[in-house]
């Protein structure tokens, strides 16, 4: 006996549940998203183009439910490579010079003691979290537009100063599991954390999302 038409949807229209099998491929995946966006980072001028070109593979997986076709990562990744430099450039000049400021003030060469240096990690970890929200907005715009995302991701960091916060947390812990691990697990972890941080900020509408 067929169903009839205006039926409601059976037992078998229900979505397929995910099993350990699942979660062990996106695991393997987001493994080896994170050993390529290290390798694509290795000349540090490339550094941005790889990290943009991986946000947006991790947003077309929430969004579709699928990866990207190598080529579209690839096409993403060079496209990004020249408006790319000048923000691997920055990034790296920020970060010297609060690994300077924090070894300075940790090491007592300059007043200010233990509250002049907890001052500096919030400050940091402010600025990671504001670095963050513009990688997955950079994400969201397949990969481009460094520009429009450090303005909408300031917007959000004014509108949810929570998933702000939510953020920073994700680059310190980043930070921390980066120096305990063993340097072969770094390239590992990159991966999981630009998945970490679209996470954080799933509920968040930055801007609208453009086709890549």
């Known amino acids: 006996m067929r169903p009839h038409p205006d039926a409601g949807p059976g037992p ?7 099993d350990w099998r699942d979660v062990l491929t996106d695991a393997t995946d987001l493994a080896v998203l994170g050993v390529a966006l290290t390798l694509a980072a290795l000349p540090v001028v490339t550094a941005a183009a790889s990290v943009a ?6 947003h077309d997986r929430y969004s579709t439910g699928s990866w990207p076709s190598a080529r579209q990562n690839l096409t993403r990744y060079g496209r990004a490579l020249l408006p790319g430099a000048g923000v691997s450039l920055l990034a790296v000049a920020a970060l010297w010079l609060l690994a300077v400021d924090v070894a300075a003030l940790a090491g007592g060469r300059v007043p200010g003691g233990a509250p002049l240096l907890l001052v500096t990690v919030g400050v940091a970890a402010a600025l990671a979290g504001y670095a963050a929200l513009v ?3 950079v994400g969201r715009r397949g990969g481009r537009g460094w520009r429009a ?3 909408a991701a300031a917007v959000a960091c004014r509108a949810r100063p929570g998933t702000w916060a939510a953020a920073g947390g994700v680059g310190i812990v980043a930070a921390l599991l980066a120096v305990m691990v063993t340097p072969v697990a770094v390239p590992i ?3 999981y954390v630009v998945a970490a941080l679209h996470a954080v900020a799933r509920r968040t509408v930055l801007s609208p999302v453009g086709r890549s």
């Not at 078998?12 to 995910?18: C, L, T, V, Y």
């Not at 070109?53 to 991790?58: F, I, L, T």
Request: glycine share 4%.
């Open 12 to 18: 078998d229209d229900a979505p397929a549940r995910r």
């Open 135 to 137: 990688v997955v907005e």
């Open 189 to 191: 972890l990159a991966g």
């Open 53 to 58: 070109a991986a946000s947006a593979a991790v």
């Open 149 to 151: 995302a450090a303005r």
